[in-house]
């Protein structure tokens, strides 16, 4: 039900591999793809990430706890859910990896979206 095509912006362009946030509230999005058609919302992770870009630790990205997620709202399928992280959750500079999993009301996905890195380009 999640996407394949994680990406973070705005400006939503990559250099390489990583997509190039160039404000300090930043925008997680991905395509909700669900089989029967249905609505779904999709759960954003966070995580800081090693020195080669794999992640490291999850980013309380909502204020409750170390584990804390964003929730998109419903949206069609084929359609983008998006998030947006409150400016000062992130830094810029840093190298972040984030990914997402879908629930359309009733089931939720067993598996993650492949994980997407971007970094805020310090302005």
């Known amino acids: ?6 990406s973070a912006g ?5 250099s390489g591999t990583v997509w ?4 300090p509230e ?14 779904a919302n ?20 909502d204020g409750t706890g170390p584990n804390g997620v964003l929730v998109s709202p419903y949206v069609a399928s084929g359609g983008t859910a998006k998030v947006t992280v409150a400016y000062g ?10 990914r997402t999993s ?10 993650w979206s492949p994980w997407a890195n971007f970094k805020i380009t310090p302005m």
Do not use: C, H, W
């Open 42 to 61: 999709l759960t954003f992770q966070v995580y800081t990430t090693n020195a080669d870009g794999t992640p490291k630790a999850e980013v309380d990205l």
């Open 1 to 6: 039900m999640s996407g394949k095509t994680p």
């Open 10 to 14: 705005p400006k939503f362009a990559k």
């Open 89 to 98: 959750i992130l830094k810029p500079g840093v190298l972040y990896a984030f």
């Open 20 to 23: 190039q946030v160039i404000t």
């Open 26 to 39: 930043v925008v997680l999005r991905n395509t909700v793809t669900d089989a029967d058609g249905e609505t």
């Open 102 to 111: 879908a629930y359309d009301g009733s089931l939720y996905e067993t598996t």
